[in-house]
Each structure stands twice: as structure tokens, then as C-alpha cells.
């Protein structure tokens, strides 16, 4: 079944930058648009931004434009989220999965088990 592995998460002080990557055994990620999410406690799970199969069309939330950059390399199989100027409010578990319908969060499914981001001084 395919399950996605995300990693790259950790504490970091406001400001600061992670780069989380996101990537699954016996699957081609390539085949597929892949999209981040996250969850904050007590909040339900929101659509951070996407890319298309090839990488050319990418999508992002209003909360994360200018900040965060979706990209991604098909000859390694990853998919990477470069976040810069981190704030508290980012403070979440991130997933990332498969988007069926390119853009649309909606159509999300193959969940992995997350990595988790905390922000904070």
C-alpha cells in the first residue's frame, strides 16, 4: 500500500527556515500532482500548497505565500517544502498525498504519518 514518508520537521525559532521533503516507497511520485498539508492542534487539516506532476503549475494558501516554495525532483522521487519566515501560527503536523484533481485539496488521498513543525522562542 503506498504510504508516504515525510521528514524535515523540528523546532525552530520565529524567522527561521525548515526544508521538509516528502517521498514513498515502490510508488512514482512523478506520475502524480502532490500536495502539503497540515493540521495544528485543535484545528482541522488545511491545504498548504501543491505541484503539479511536472512541476510547472504550483499552488499555494494566502497564509503561506511569499514564504513557503513547493518544488520538486522526480529523479529522486521527493518532493520538498522550503518554508522561510517561519511564524508561531505555522506550528503543525505536515502531510503530504496524492492530489487527484490538480488543484484542488479536496481531492487528497494516501496520507502519510506527518512530520511535525514547531515554532517558537
Known amino acids: 500500500q503506498l504510504q508516504f514518508v515525510e521528514s524535515g520537521g523540528g523546532l525552530v525559532q520565529p524567522g527561521g527556515s525548515l526544508r521538509l521533503s516528502c517521498t514513498a516507497s515502490?510508488?512514482?511520485?512523478?506520475?502524480?500532482?502532490i500536495g502539503w498539508f497540515r493540521q495544528a492542534p485543535g484545528k482541522e487539516r488545511e491545504g498548504v500548497s501543491c505541484?503539479?506532476?511536472?512541476?510547472?503549475?504550483?499552488n499555494y494558501a494566502d497564509s503561506v505565500k511569499g514564504r513557503f516554495t513547493i518544488s520538486r525532483d522526480n529523479a529522486k522521487n521527493t518532493v520538498y517544502l522550503q518554508m522561510n519566515s517561519l511564524k508561531p501560527e505555522d506550528t503543525a503536523i505536515y502531510y503530504c498525498?496524492?492530489?487527484?484533481?490538480?488543484?484542488?485539496?479536496?481531492?487528497?488521498?494516501?496520507w502519510g504519518q506527518g512530520t511535525q513543525v514547531t515554532v517558537s522562542s
Open positions: 505541484i503539479s506532476k511536472n512541476g510547472v503549475s504550483t
Open positions: 498525498a496524492v492530489i487527484a484533481l490538480y488543484p484542488s485539496y479536496g481531492s487528497a488521498s494516501y
Open positions: 515502490e510508488f512514482i511520485l512523478g506520475y502524480h500532482a
